[in-house]
């Protein structure tokens, strides 16, 4: 079992969400939007510049910076959200290079 929270700035736009559960968590803070409005990325949407961080148990990463797409968040997002109203379901995290999935 897993809680979905979302965080939300003052002018309503969400910059971060959190996957919780019961030995840890993953945030995925979205810091910088590269290329917005001109250039989209071929992932979809546009790059962004995103912060992680991760607890599992004893295990914790702070601040490990990567490289996605809006494209490739928000499909992963509605498969979050889909899984937590179901309470069941399989999300992977669309990407090129190495596979995230999540079993619920």
Same mark, same amino acid.
């Given at each position: &079992?897993?809680?979905?929270?979302?965080? &939300?700035?003052?002018?309503?736009? &969400? *910059? +971060?969400?959190?996957?919780?559960?019961? +030995? #840890? @968590?993953?945030?995925?803070?979205?810091? !910088?939007?590269? #290329? /917005?409005?001109?250039?989209?990325?071929?992932?979809?949407? $546009?790059?962004?510049?995103?912060?992680?961080?991760? =607890?599992? #148990? *004893? $295990?914790?990463?702070?601040?490990?910076?990567?490289? @996605?797409?809006? #494209? +490739?968040? /928000?499909? @992963? /997002?509605? +498969?979050?959200?889909?899984?937590?109203?179901?309470?069941?379901?399989?999300? *992977? @995290?669309? *990407?090129?290079?190495? !596979?995230? =999935?999540?079993?619920?």
């Amino acid at each position: &079992m897993f809680d979905l929270k979302l965080s &939300m700035k003052r002018d309503e736009k &969400m *910059n +971060q969400f959190l996957l919780g559960g019961k +030995q #840890g @968590f993953i945030r995925i803070e979205l810091n !910088e939007v590269i #290329g /917005y409005p001109n250039e989209t990325s071929f992932l979809g949407g $546009y790059d962004v510049k995103v912060k992680i961080e991760l =607890k599992s #148990g *004893n $295990y914790y990463v702070k601040d490990a910076e990567l490289w @996605f797409s809006t #494209g +490739q968040i /928000y499909e @992963f /997002y509605v +498969q979050l959200l889909k899984c937590y109203k179901e309470l069941k379901g399989i999300i *992977n @995290f669309p *990407n090129p290079e190495s !596979e995230l =999935k999540l079993e619920v």
